[in-house]
């Protein structure tokens, strides 16, 4: 199967910094889209960026201009650099792979665990 595991999360104040990673591991054959997604308490999961393997992006129009999303496709890991953290975007951020592996003809997303990132104004 394949392993997706998250780093990078924690506590920042207001106007800082993180740099999430994520890798994926396992019986890999290919992986077409990585993406991160959050979701903060009482609300739905939603897409922050993707990016596929050609290095098309996708933003969520809240985090534009503040975050970049980037890929290492020889590593299958998949980063997203947030700058001028704001409060609301405090949630707990989840990776995802959609990965084709050996012994299956089709691609399935897999998921991290999820990594909190946490905004103090």
């Known amino acids: 199967q394949v392993r997706v595991v998250e780093s990078g999360g924690g506590l920042v104040q207001s106007g800082g910094s993180l740099r999430l990673s994520c890798a994926a591991s396992?019986?890999?054959?290919?992986?077409?889209?990585m993406g991160w997604y959050r979701q903060a308490p009482g609300k739905q999961r939603e897409l922050v960026a993707d990016?596929?393997?050609?290095?098309?992006?996708n933003y969520a129009d809240s985090v534009k201009g503040r975050f970049t999303i980037s890929r290492d496709n020889a590593k299958n890991t998949v980063y997203l650099q947030m700058n001028s953290l704001k409060s609301e975007d405090t949630a707990v951020y989840y990776c995802?792979?959609?990965?084709?592996?050996?012994?299956?003809?089709?691609?399935?997303?897999?998921w991290g665990q999820g990594t909190q990132v946490t905004v103090s104004s």
């Open positions: 995802s792979a959609a990965a084709q592996i050996y012994g299956r003809p089709y691609e399935y997303v897999y």
């Open positions: 990016i596929s393997s050609g290095g098309s992006t």
């Open positions: 396992g019986s890999i054959v290919s992986i077409s889209a």
